[in-house]
């Protein structure tokens, strides 16, 4: 995309006008989609006014539980399972919101609720809010970073999250010039050498782990894989972690696999709500707006194998090895 193609910001991404002094004075890069740098990272200028506003105007509850992840790490689910949970008294499962809303619908963005100029809404939930971010956990406001609320940090095998990084690339931008521009062999290797949006993936994983040996009781670490093999047990663990475990009663009657089989993939991509509508481009960003299927692809671990060279996938195992080595965490 030429540099000067885009405007500096739609008016829909300026929900704080007081941003936009500061982000056109950080440095910027065009190759891809206009990306800033604040803060130590690259952000897309799109996303940015919402982190600021984050920063400068988000107040947590201690009952607050965030959902944190890396985008295309499983987010969607991530937010499917925690509303099902966390919900189960108000809604019978047969008659579920998530059968009639998108997960995101369910669970606010932070970020992209400020972005919008919707953080009133943000105000208004009531407690125990469950709220969502792709922020590093180093950029976080104190009020979630120093406070007691919960945090649920799910995380996937980078290669996999850059193949679905990639593919979700040509649905924002519209275009197949992207993907023959950037090959995934040219993203992994790119991010291999620190250039991404979000941080690397591994910065992202290991600022959320290394806030967890501060506070391991009120962070809990999921994996996207194990989450796939052992999707109760995992649930159960993310109950008992938000404080609303699954009674004798309710393992019992099968809760635990009711609310599995609600938010697989299979379950959630094929409802009408989750169909691709119309896309609609907006003029002003050249971004598409995404529909509902836009988050949801196949929902599978290794689809790296179809996608990136095995020595690239090697390489980027040899990164995510030298990345975690000596941090406890293991792949
Ligand atoms: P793939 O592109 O590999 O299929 P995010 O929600 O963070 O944007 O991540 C999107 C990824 O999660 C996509 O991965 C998507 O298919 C997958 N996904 C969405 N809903 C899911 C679900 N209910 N179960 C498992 N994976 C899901």
Redesign the pocket.
């Known amino acids: 995309m030429a540099a000067g193609s885009v405007p500096l910001l739609s008016e829909d991404a300026v929900p704080l006008q007081e941003c936009r002094d500061l982000i056109a004075s950080l440095p910027v890069d065009h190759r891809v989609v206009p990306v800033r740098q604040y803060q130590g990272f690259w952000w897309p200028e799109s996303t940015l006014p919402g982190v600021i506003a984050v920063q400068r105007h988000f107040k947590s509850r201690p009952d607050d539980v965030f959902l944190a992840?890396y985008?295309?790490?499983?987010?969607?689910?991530l937010k499917?399972l925690a509303f099902a949970v966390t919900t189960r008294s108000q809604y019978p499962l047969s008659d579920h919101p998530l059968l009639q809303i998108n997960p995101h619908q369910c669970v606010h963005s932070l970020e992209r609720m400020f972005n919008r100029g919707r953080s009133s809404e943000i105000d208004a939930l009531p407690s125990p809010r469950i709220l969502a971010t792709h922020m590093l956990h180093s950029v976080l406001p104190d009020s979630i970073a120093a406070s007691d609320c919960r945090i649920v940090y799910l995380w996937r095998d980078p290669k996999?999250v850059i193949?679905?990084a990639w593919?979700?690339g040509e649905k924002v931008l519209g275009t197949r010039e992207y993907q023959a521009e950037w090959p995934v062999d040219k993203v992994a290797m790119a991010h291999c050498e620190g250039i991404s949006t979000h941080a690397t993936i591994w910065d992202h994983i290991l600022g959320y782990w290394r806030a967890r040996m501060h506070r391991p009781e009120k962070i809990l670490f999921l994996r996207?894989e194990e989450m796939?093999a052992e999707p109760a047990a995992n649930l159960k663990r993310m109950a008992d972690f938000l404080g609303c475990p699954f009674s004798p009663e309710e393992e019992k009657a099968g809760m635990v696999e009711e609310i599995v089989t609600l938010?697989?993939?299979n379950n959630?991509?094929g409802l009408a709500i989750n169909k691709p509508s119309s896309d609609v481009t907006d003029e002003g960003t050249k971004l598409q707006l995404l529909n509902n299927a836009s988050?949801?692809?196949?929902?599978?671990r290794g689809?790296w194998r179809n996608h990136m060279s095995p020595e690239v996938a090697r390489r980027m195992d040899e990164m995510t090895m030298e990345k975690l080595q000596g941090s406890g965490l293991s792949f």
């Open positions: 992840t985008p295309k790490s499983g987010t969607t689910w499917s996999d193949v679905s593919h979700f996207y796939l938010c697989s993939f959630l991509s988050f949801f692809r196949k929902g599978e689809d």
